[in-house]
């Protein structure tokens, strides 16, 4: 059903090729859980050495992935935007399917009695989906800071961490960004405005990725340092002249970078207890729901 035809269009062999290596591509993520942003898919073919990593190379594979889906060749749902998507209302066929939905929706707060409280704040608005399943796993909130992060926005954070730390809980952002000038600073900048606005008291900012160690480890494709930045400088004199985007980690290794973060800021023992008065809760409604139409008596019909 992903793959729908448009337009006929005859592909030259090269084209083809690289049609061929982007399915293989899509088939691998697809089959551990993820969908990739087409800049994603860039890097996964810089990463393995088909093109080179430049602005034309990224220009010719958003062209070609265009064409190729609309040629049938490529899977729809392959490849995703996540900055723009259509809000509506949820909508239900009889009361019976609300409660199923709520089961499925029902969570207690697992945090209550952790001795931490962390949030995962990411720079990219694109890569929110990469790291959704597995701060859900966790129930871990998490955040699209689309670059420095508004005041506005850091004043509620700092407000929602005071009342956690007074309520004996260590809050902790688990942040990602950019291997760049600016997304180096917006860590720091990020600790800094916590420090202000909690008068001190709070700015626990665990930097995950991306980090040099971690450059060195998975070899990303590089890109040259903005000279534009006005850190640009400094940033050359301690790393060199290359960037690197946190696009070009896989999604896997992105999602075990957060998950191992989280699993050592956890209690595993009160969370086994958390866990467990969820279950006995999420027990009851299961038991609702089997028992609806002797609950709702003439009401629970459902609509056929």
């Not at 699209?144 to 009342?163: L, P």
Request: hydrophobic share 40%; net charge negative; glycine share 6%.
């Amino acid at each position: 059903m992903g793959k729908l035809q448009y337009i006929e269009k005859k592909f030259a062999q090269p084209t083809l090729d690289l049609i061929e290596v982007a399915n293989a591509i899509i088939e691998e993520y697809a089959g551990q859980g993820f969908d990739l942003t087409l800049r994603q898919l860039f890097y996964q073919f810089v990463s393995r050495g088909y093109i080179a990593n430049t602005e034309a190379s990224y220009k010719r594979v958003g062209d070609v992935m265009s064409d190729a889906r609309r040629a049938g060749l490529i899977d729809w749902f392959a490849i995703v935007d996540r900055t723009r998507f259509v809000r509506s209302l949820s909508h239900w066929n009889d009361a019976r399917a609300v409660m199923i939905s709520a089961l499925k929706g029902f969570h207690t707060d697992k945090w209550k009695a952790q001795p931490c409280r962390p949030e995962v704040w990411i720079e990219k608005d694109a890569l929110v989906g990469v790291i959704q399943g597995v701060c859900q796993k966790w129930d871990v909130p998490y955040f699209s800071c689309r670059g420095y992060v508004s005041d506005s926005e850091m004043w509620r954070a700092s407000m929602r961490f005071y009342s956690r730390k007074s309520n004996g809980q260590n809050p902790v952002v688990i942040h990602l960004g950019d291997h760049d000038p600016s997304g180096l600073d917006m860590t720091r900048d990020i600790e800094d405005r916590l420090r202000l606005f909690t008068f001190g008291q709070i700015g626990d900012v665990r930097r995950v990725a991306l980090n040099y160690d971690q450059v060195e480890l998975y070899n990303p494709p590089p890109n040259p340092a903005k000279l534009t930045d006005s850190r640009c400088q400094e940033y050359i004199a301690e790393h060199g002249e290359y960037s690197w985007e946190l696009d070009a980690l896989s999604p896997p290794v992105l999602a075990k970078i957060i998950e191992d973060t989280i699993l050592s800021l956890l209690d595993q023992e009160k969370w086994a207890e958390a866990v467990a008065v969820e279950d006995r809760y999420k027990a009851q409604l299961s038991s609702a729901i089997d028992r609806w139409e002797e609950i709702a008596g003439d009401g629970g019909e459902r609509e056929s």
